[in-house]
């Protein structure tokens, strides 16, 4: 009879123990959590999952743009904006993981879907610090038309989307549509917290579908030390010469780095 008690007991607690009231995807406030789960595992299974960053509050100020970093001459950082192939995020994903270089994603949030599959493994660079997430509005409209309010939108959603899917905030760096801004749109994004107006000093031109050798022409013609190289995750040819990009970039002395650190370096 006492080894039926026992039994009984020990079922009890084993049940009781897998009906805990887990932490949801999100904290109280909505946001996504700063840190993994204990018991969760790294995408490719080797170990915990990474620890990301805390989501601070927005910290509104005056907005500066930034196209280049003067004192930040032996680096450059390469930009990838909009995100509607799903394909061409996960070649880049690949690309990261296997050079360790360091990119900024500047993703719109309407392209939530292509960006998906590849969610765990973009929080894991993020968390290596290899990757930064920079808000470029939800639908890639030409803001300069917009209204405060719809202006407004436009950045909040997109940030609401990168904080569930990334576990982290755009904030401060905020990437216009076409690089189309203004003093109102620069006040209105600082004003959310968003301080950091990121331009470039120079293109890929890979928002539409261009040669592999056009890509890799534009980034030899017009690459500057301490700049920031526009380009984006809309066709494959980008990611196909993502390791030549790194061998220019090696040729004339220059470490990818995140806009982040690149702004670190000083003014």
Not at 122 to 129: C, Q
Request: charged letters at 15%.
């Amino acid at each position: 009879m006492a080894g039926v008690l026992v039994v009984v007991l020990v079922t009890m607690a084993a049940c009781g123990s897998s009906g805990r009231n887990d932490q949801s995807a999100t904290g109280p406030d909505g946001s996504a959590p700063s840190a993994s789960v204990p018991g969760d595992t790294a995408p490719d299974g080797t170990g915990p999952a990474p620890t990301l960053p805390p989501i601070a509050p927005p910290t509104p100020g005056p907005a500066t743009v930034l196209s280049r970093v003067s004192k930040a001459s032996s680096m450059v950082a390469l930009t990838f904006d909009d995100g509607y192939c799903g394909e061409c995020i996960g070649r880049m994903v690949d690309d990261l993981e296997r050079t360790g270089a360091h990119v900024t994603f500047c993703p719109n949030g309407s392209y939530g879907k292509e960006w998906a599959p590849h969610v765990d493994r973009i929080k894991a660079l993020i968390a290596k610090g290899q990757l930064q997430i920079c808000n470029h509005t939800w639908d890639h409209k030409k803001i300069t038309s917009l209204s405060t309010a719809a202006l407004t939108a436009e950045i909040q959603h997109n940030e609401q989307w990168i904080e569930s899917s990334f576990g982290v905030t755009g904030r401060p760096y905020f990437r216009p549509p076409y690089g189309a801004h203004n003093a109102s749109t620069d006040q209105v994004a600082g004003s959310l917290g968003y301080t950091k107006v990121i331009v470039w000093s120079s293109s890929l031109i890979d928002s539409a579908l261009q040669s592999p050798d056009f890509i890799l022409q534009n980034l030899q013609t017009n690459l500057v030390p301490g700049g920031i190289v526009l380009g984006h995750l809309n066709y494959p040819p980008t990611g196909q010469v993502f390791d030549q990009m790194l061998a220019i970039l090696a040729q004339r002395g220059l470490t990818p780095v995140t806009v982040a650190e690149l702004v670190a370096a000083g003014p």
